[in-house]
């Protein structure tokens, strides 16, 4: 029998990521690098830690090999635990037939034997897409206060862009009155931020029926949450207003590691006063800056060895910018090598690329106009090629040879 | 084979007193973000070496904070592992051990208790990244009782300093051992690396106990050259010995260089742990002039940064410029400072428009916590 745990935390992982294609072509989005340094799901595990909360469920299903290595034994986030600690959970065979994960409702529900083993009196159920640096134990706490069912965190956004969210409506207590799943005609700007906290008993119970419905998408926000307001039950807001992005499409994906150059604003990473974003380590060197090399407001990691141009740009380990090479407004992905005079602008560029010498891709960011240019993982580009703004290549495509595209 | 490690953690202390003033020359900083001992404990897990005893005698707060339970160096073993072994003082003698043979002696413990075949004896001030993989093979293969890892060095003019020497037969026998005070010509200098059987060494230990030997190159092995069969095991490979500051100094300067950075770094097979942080990657911001120069992570660099090794989370003002230097974690260059020719231990400040300079072989040394 596990220690009983206050509050556990179930991390939805499984998510594909498909507007982020071709960085997700194999790996689940959670997996998907960021920051130079970081995988996306650093962000929700590291909060956990630096919230108290020891005891999370990965949920996986999407491409899960690299994402079951990464989280290991959790041992990164402090997070191999005697009680508790990190469990990577796929969907598994049962007695009864055996299924995917259907909706995040569903994949939590296949995973009640999990939870009841640690007897927890709340769950905070989390997603693997966003990054930001917040405290759940102050959410909880709130949830405590409140006596609630069930807590759900929200940020303000502007009204224009509030139909791409979840919209509540809320009474002067932060009582929840309204859940609407990205509506047309928003009479709030409290976007869900997909993190809730249950009281687990009754979230339980919701789960059992929600399976019994067959005409259920088996869906938190879809099903779940509109059937336990629809109930009476005691559902309220947690307002957040630190920094916060999805990272679901590749231009907020670029927009999210930009911001991180902004030390000021944004995740503050690199002020050491916060609470630190931990990450698994690879043993790499060092970067080294050449005689001619150029790096201005940008973020190189370890391994690197850059002597050409580096501008506005994150770079991640181990990428070698080779002399007069140039890379502008961009991500590099780790162990990618940017040969002689190739042109690098606007684009982010997932793991182990060979960009030839002389070749371009993408255009300056002046002029691509918002097209960001993107290469899939192992792709090699031949020299000379262009690869023009808002072209989305994968290994083996013909355009990195140079056909016309 | 099983072979256990064991590394001395103080010898040669006395050779960078600045350096080791609060700290062993295992906990040395160098290279941007290491410290002696992570190559050393490095090149043993590399070569499966995961029974590893480091023997301490005084200020080893920071070897001891810096290696932990080992788990960075995949040390955290139920069989073996790391293990720090303090000094063992009698109660009311209060004295410590004074030579490489005491501090065996001291840990003939550890020895006994092991279940290793052979034992792999080093030091931590020189960089290097050995495959000691190859040594031990090639001690077994040569059936030696003990193997003696040696570089070939040939100095113009001579030099002052305390080495062994050894001198070989055409079968690569050690046939002498020289003590070197001053060495000139071409000499097979010891890198104090050694291999042998964990049995003899327990039995060299207890017989020098009895006899009251104090050094084990300079008093057990002159002695038993004849009985014991010593084979040399010439490493060719970078190598650097911080037998000064200058000589620190010059270490750090030298991973500068592409070829020595590829030697250490970049060998698949031997790559070098450290003690991980979760330091933020490296910004730099819009006006930063940074050129050959190391750096490692969670460094924010506003300035110039010139033929320079910062280690973490250095912060460079605007302004601030840094020529030649060696800059320890967490230290601070304010607006407009400038340093050249300058070691600054950790944690240390130069306050806005301070202009402070060694020169080429000698530089100028800035103590931990230092604000200038």
Request: with cysteine; proline share 4%.
């Amino acid at each position: 029998m596990a220690v009983r745990k206050e509050c556990i935390a179930m991390l939805l992982a499984g998510g594909q990521g498909s507007r982020l294609y071709p960085l997700t072509k194999f790996l689940a989005k959670p997996a998907l690098y960021f920051g130079g340094k970081y995988r996306i799901i650093d962000f929700p595990l590291s909060n956990c830690i630096n919230s108290g909360i020891d005891t999370v469920g990965v949920l996986t299903q999407y491409q899960p090999l690299e994402l079951n290595d990464y989280i290991g034994n959790g041992g990164p986030w402090d997070l191999d635990r005697n009680n508790g600690g990190a469990h990577v959970l796929p969907p598994y065979q049962k007695t009864e037939g055996t299924d995917w994960y259907k909706g995040t409702a569903n994949a939590i529900y296949q995973n009640i034997p999990f939870m009841e083993k640690f007897s927890p009196k709340y769950v905070a159920i989390l997603s693997g897409d966003h990054i930001y640096r917040m405290d759940y134990n102050a959410m909880l706490k709130k949830h405590k206060e409140k006596n609630a069912d069930c807590t759900i965190a929200v940020i303000d956004v502007p009204i224009e862009e509030a139909s791409r969210f979840g919209i509540l409506t809320t009474d002067e207590n932060d009582r929840i009155i309204e859940f609407t799943e990205k509506p047309e005609h928003p009479n709030s700007t409290k976007a869900s931020m997909g993190i809730y906290i249950f009281s687990y008993d009754i979230m339980k119970r919701y789960l059992e029926e929600d399976d019994k419905d067959p005409s259920s998408d088996n869906d938190f926000g879809k099903n779940v949450i509109p059937k336990m307001l629809n109930d009476g039950c005691s559902m309220f807001t947690y307002g957040f207003s630190d920094y916060w992005k999805d990272v679901g499409t590749i231009s907020s994906f670029w927009e999210a590691n930009m911001d991180l150059l902004n030390l000021d604003g944004g995740m503050k990473i690199t002020d050491s006063s916060v609470q630190r974003i931990y990450y698994r380590h690879e043993p790499r060197q060092p970067h080294f800056i050449g005689e001619n090399a150029r790096v201005i407001n940008s973020m190189i990691a370890e391994g690197c060895e850059i002597y050409g141009t580096v501008e506005n740009s994150i770079i991640f380990g181990n990428v070698h910018v080779e002399e007069g090479a140039m890379v502008r407004d961009s991500v590099i992905m780790p162990d990618t090598r940017i040969r002689r005079n190739a042109m690098v602008n606007f684009s982010v560029l997932s793991t182990r690329i060979d960009v030839g010498e002389g070749a371009a891709v993408g255009e300056p960011l002046e002029i691509a106009k918002g097209s960001i240019t993107v290469i899939g993982e192992n792709t090699v580009i031949s020299d000379g090629v262009s690869i023009p703004a808002g072209a989305s290549i994968e290994e083996g495509s013909p355009a990195a040879k140079g056909a016309m595209i | 084979m099983r072979v256990m490690g064991l590394v001395f953690s103080n010898i040669h202390d006395q050779s960078l007193p600045e350096m080791t003033r609060w700290r062993t020359i295992a906990s040395v900083p160098i290279a941007s973000r290491y410290r002696m001992v992570d190559f050393v404990l490095s090149n043993m897990v590399n070569s499966g070496i995961m029974e590893v005893g480091i023997i301490t005698k005084t200020k080893y707060n920071s070897l001891m904070k810096h290696v932990g339970s080992g788990r960075d160096w995949d040390l955290d073993r139920k069989h073996g592992g790391v293990s720090i072994i303090s000094p063992y003082v009698e109660a009311g003698s209060g004295a410590l051990y004074t030579n490489r043979l005491e501090a065996m002696i001291n840990s003939i413990g550890s020895l006994e208790s092991s279940s290793s075949d052979l034992v792999l004896l080093t030091d931590c001030d020189i960089l290097a990244n050995i495959p000691l993989k190859d040594i031990v093979e090639r001690h077994i293969e040569s059936g030696a009782d003990v193997t003696a890892v040696f570089k070939r060095m040939t100095f113009d003019t001579p030099k002052h300093m305390g080495r062994i020497g050894f001198e070989l037969d055409g079968d690569n026998r050690v046939v002498n051992v020289t003590n070197l005070k001053e060495i000139s010509g071409t000499n097979n200098i010891s890198m104090n690396i050694w291999v042998l059987n964990r049995t003899l060494l327990i039995n060299i230990l207890r017989e020098s106990s009895t006899y009251g030997f104090r050094s084990f190159s300079k008093d057990v092995l002159p002695r038993q050259i004849k009985r014991i069969n010593v084979k040399g095991y010439e490493f060719n490979g970078y190598t650097k010995a911080l037998t000064d500051l200058n000589q620190y100094f010059e270490a750090n300067m030298d991973v500068l260089k592409p070829d020595i950075r590829r030697e250490l770094f970049g060998n698949v097979d031997y790559p070098v742990y450290t003690k991980v942080k979760d330091s933020a990657p490296t910004k730099y911001g819009d006006k930063a002039q940074v050129k050959n120069s190391l750096i490692s992570d969670g460094c924010i660099i506003e300035g110039t940064v010139e033929n320079s090794v910062l280690f973490r989370g250095v912060r460079v003002d605007e302004g601030a410029v840094i020529k030649n230097s060696v800059i320890l974690n967490d230290s601070i260059i304010e607006n407009n400072a400038s340093m050249d020719y300058i070691i600054m231990d950790k944690r240390a400040i130069a306050r806005r428009n301070r202009v402070i300079a060694g020169c080429e072989g000698h530089p100028f040394f800035i103590g931990r916590d230092e604000v200038l």
